[in-house]
């Protein structure tokens, strides 16, 4: 096993979806004494191990792993808990003298340990659940509309059609009384804000990675995915909830409600996994400076001599 050079501390790999993130996470972690730390928003469910791509069994005792498959679906999961649950464990591993590999294509997650986050109002449960129990079957753009009566401000930066998002603020208004911009000024430091850390971004072609997230989806369905979304289904969660909007968890739930056929769910999910991966590009060109970008084939190499150096 060889260390990393004394100066990095950690090392981040991003990407879009079906890149190789993981693979080149798990090869460092074995040559560096690393451990594999999740940053992807949907591999933290337990109930979606097939469909999210999370590793396998045999991946994860292979190198230590951490932060995958630990929260419960019917949990409304965030990136400002996910930086606290990241910022504990850096502690242990600095103490234990391990790197911390960081991976997945969560932009926002990335984002909040390098730059940090505004600091969000909690929402009383109470009061969440009773707008959500007023909001369901109401139409979004008439969520809107209520939105621009109680908060023009944030209405006017929110899609007409971003229901999450939209109902979020509603909440936040309804808990406070302020509009949730008045809370997304100053930044609370990410836990690696300080930390000097080697940032990839693994960047295939485009062709390359769309042609791969099909295969992927053709092979997640033949390892089981369509049963794991019934049993996920089964458990009558919240539709609004994260885990039900996963990419695949719609179309695959309409297949099972006799709503489209099988090929139908899966070009659907399919093509929702594109449309994301090309987000994720898109994202990181324009949110996260100071990332070097890679070539899949290259990014080995290039992460062992910054480590070496």
């Known amino acids: 096993m060889t260390r990393a050079a004394e100066g990095i501390r950690a090392v981040l790999i991003a990407g879009p979806t079906a890149s190789g993130k993981s693979a080149l996470a798990m090869a460092l972690a074995r040559e560096f004494g690393g451990v594999v730390v999740n940053a992807d928003s949907m591999q933290v469910y337990r109930d979606l191990r097939v469909l999210t791509a999370r590793p396998t069994p045999e991946e994860e005792a292979s190198v230590p792993h951490r932060l995958y498959g630990h929260v419960d679906g019917a949990v409304n999961y965030s990136a400002m808990r996910y930086a606290a649950e990241v910022a504990g464990l850096l502690t242990e591993l600095r103490e234990s003298g391990q790197l911390p590999i960081l991976v997945g294509g969560t932009g926002l997650y990335l984002k909040a340990l390098t730059e940090g986050l505004s600091a969000m109002p909690p929402v009383p449960e109470a ?154 590009v898109t994202w990181f060109r324009h949110q996260m400076a100071g990332w070097e970008a890679v070539a899949p084939d290259a990014a080995l190499g290039i992460a062992r001599a910054r480590l070496r150096a």
Request: charged share 30%.
């Open 127 to 280: 009061v969440r659940a009773a707008f959500r129990e007023r909001a369901e079957g109401v139409a979004t753009e008439a969520l809107h509309a209520e939105l621009a009566g109680r908060d023009p401000e944030m209405a006017a930066r929110l899609r007409p059609s971003d229901r999450m998002r939209i109902m979020r603020a509603i909440e936040v208004h309804l808990a406070t009384g302020r509009s949730l911009a008045a809370f997304q000024g100053a930044r609370e430091p990410g836990p690696l804000a300080c930390v000097e850390a080697l940032r990839l971004f693994v960047s295939p072609e485009r062709e390359a990675v769309r042609a791969a997230i099909d295969r992927r989806f053709e092979a997640m369905m033949a390892q089981g995915a369509l049963d794991e979304v019934k049993r996920l289904k089964d458990r009558g969660l919240d539709p609004l909830l994260p885990v039900m909007r996963a990419h695949g968890v719609p179309g695959l739930i309409a297949h099972l409600d006799e709503a489209i056929s099988l090929d139908e769910a899966i070009a659907r999910g399919q093509a929702d996994t594109r449309a994301y991966a090309k987000r994720q």
